[in-house]
């Protein structure tokens, strides 16, 4: 019997969501998965999703806006990803404030990205990313050094800061593993486990 097959698909400036891509494609290939990982700068026009059991899609924001790539990845394909189990990870400094309303503002975002396309995926999570300082311009530097600041953390450009929380990213590869264990159950006609863990809108404000 073959492997469920999972796609990850991802967009990130500053290499950030690429780590968080690669930990969620070992996760997963740890529980049996066939996982295909793929930037979105490198799929084609006529790339489709169809022929795999559960896609997740990755997308770092930067001043508000997430990578158009991606953008007109999942609007294109939103019927696809809207048919089988799919999930959206966005990762971005404000959903690591310490100000609830920058991370409620980063969750409003990220819901807002997934409405505008048309697509409902089965989980979406909302994560604190990195300041990369030493991979910013002198001008973003300066921007990002000033919002950090003010918002308590580093201003220390000499090196990067990360604060993704790995425990999050494991929770999150988890439940979408449970989820697409149960749709593939569900496609072979087998009695579907009960499915145990955290909820999506529980996943976005952690």
């Excluded at 489709?48 to 899609?57: A, E, H, K, N, Q």
């Excluded at 973003?140 to 000499?158: A, H, N, Q, Y």
């Excluded at 439940?175 to 145990?196: I, K, M, Q, S, W």
Aim: glycine share 8%.
């Amino acid at each position: 019997m073959n492997s469920p097959r999972i796609l990850i698909v991802y967009g990130t400036s500053y290499g950030q969501t690429a780590r968080v891509a690669n930990r969620l494609h070992r996760l997963l290939f740890e529980r049996g998965f066939d996982v295909t990982l793929l930037e979105g700068k490198a799929l084609t026009a006529d790339f489709c999703p169809v022929d795999y059991d559960g896609v997740l899609v990755g997308a770092s924001m930067i001043m508000r806006g997430y990578q158009k790539h991606i953008a007109r990845f999942v609007r294109r394909h939103a019927a696809v990803l809207n048919a089988m189990p799919s999930a959206f990870f966005a990762v971005s400094g404000s959903a690591g404030s310490k100000n609830p309303l920058e991370r409620a503002e980063a969750h409003r975002l990220m819901d807002a990205f997934c409405h505008d396309a048309g697509w409902h995926p089965s989980l979406a999570v909302s994560l604190a990313g990195a300041i990369a300082y030493t991979r910013y311009n002198i001008v973003l530097r300066w921007v990002m050094t000033r919002i950090s600041r003010k918002e308590g953390g580093s201003t220390d450009t000499s090196r990067d800061h990360e604060y993704t929380d790995w425990k999050q990213v494991e929770q999150f590869a988890a439940e979408f593993a449970e989820r697409v264990d149960e749709a593939v159950l569900r496609g072979r006609g087998e009695p579907p486990h009960v499915v145990t863990g955290t909820s999506a809108g529980e996943l976005a404000h952690g």
